[in-house]
């Protein structure tokens, strides 16, 4: 049966990326129950292995079915701004009003069987008010044990994503960004159809929009949902999950540290994606005030460019610069 969002003007219109730290954090939480998603993140299953071991996710475990069907929504809303602060997000999940949750947490447990007559699945619907609180509590200890301490890293990568599928967006229009996207999706008389997921789901906007997601935990899956009161929004796998846990390289040709200096070739060779002075700062371990000088000595050298994407200046390379950190030793000797 299809899955198919159907997107009037206003909808499309309306679309925007957004970046979530607590989607990532639920979503790990997922990836620690399912080995087919363990391959990219093995460095990182390996270095929590003993932390993960001290939380009891069984809660969230038996909300998240492993054979499909629904997820609750109320823990994982999607965000309100394209990069909402953890606290600010888990404070929309506090204020959840007991009866929805309930009703979320019913559905999800109606796809796992005897999940609902379990005792745990018992003692999560009785009272509704705090489980929410516990849920929440919970969410909050697995953030500030594994995903804070690697949030710079993650939200890089995520922060890429959104500035080169941003870019893409406005060069080709939304048909042709979904399929960028993840080959699951399609975008066909004014219809958003993701592939692959399970159950018929076949719902009209109307004109809310569409929050667009990229996801370091969810490779390989593309992910829709949120009935309302919630925004419907699309979850998709960042551009270079491949390479997200590989030990940092140095890459930068010595000719070309020679040339520029190591700080601004080291600069020039990460600006694969355009990349905002902060992202660049976690990136390379420098302090912001010196990559922001750094990247305005490149920009007046001509090889750079910036421009606005939000609150946010993003740089990327011009022809010249393309050219520079693409060079290998020889040609720059």
């Known amino acids: ?39 990219y993140h093995l460095p990182w299953l390996r270095r929590t292995r003993k932390a993960t071991a001290g939380i009891d996710l069984r809660p969230l475990w038996l909300l998240m079915p492993s054979g499909g069907g629904h997820n609750p929504d109320f823990f ?20 959840t009003p007991p009866g929805t949750a309930r009703d979320d947490m019913a559905a999800a447990l ?26 929440a509590d919970l969410l909050e200890q697995v953030w500030h044990t ?31 960004l979904v399929g960028e996207l993840s080959p699951r999706l399609a975008f066909e008389d004014a219809t958003l159809k993701i592939d692959g997921m399970r159950g018929s789901h076949v719902r009209s906007l109307d004109g809310q929009g569409l929050v667009l997601m990229p996801s370091v935990f969810c490779w390989p899956d593309v992910i829709s949902g949120f009935e309302p009161p919630w925004q419907p929004a699309v979850v998709y796998p960042a551009r270079g999950v491949g390479g997200l846990w590989s ?3 140095d890459r930068t040709p010595a000719a070309l540290a020679a040339l520029l200096g190591r700080a601004r070739a080291d600069i020039l060779r990460a600006l694969d994606e355009p990349a905002s002075t902060s992202s660049l700062a976690r990136l390379l371990g420098l302090a912001p005030s010196t990559v922001s000088a750094h ?22 390379r011009t022809p010249l610069g393309i050219t520079l950190a693409g060079s290998q030793p020889d040609t720059l000797s």
């Open 1 to 39: 049966m299809p899955f198919h969002l159907h997107l009037a003007e206003a909808d499309l219109l309306r679309c925007r990326f957004a970046i979530s730290p607590l989607w990532e954090t639920q979503e790990a939480v997922r990836t620690l129950a399912r080995p087919e998603r363990h391959g």
């Open 76 to 95: 994982c809303p999607p965000p309100l701004g394209p990069a909402v602060p953890f606290e600010e997000e888990l404070a929309v999940v506090r204020a």
């Open 110 to 135: 109606a796809a796992t069987p005897g999940a609902a007559r379990s005792a745990l699945g018992r003692s999560l619907l009785a009272d509704p008010a705090r489980t929410v609180r516990r849920l």
């Open 146 to 176: 594994l995903i804070e301490p690697e949030w710079p890293r993650l939200r890089a990568l995520l922060e890429a994503d959104v500035a080169y599928h941003s870019r893409r967006l406005a060069e080709g229009g939304f048909g042709r």
């Open 247 to 249: 030990p940092p390289q």
């Open 295 to 316: 990247l305005s000595v490149l920009r007046a050298a001509g090889l750079l460019t910036s421009r606005r994407y939000g609150h946010q200046v993003l740089y990327e």
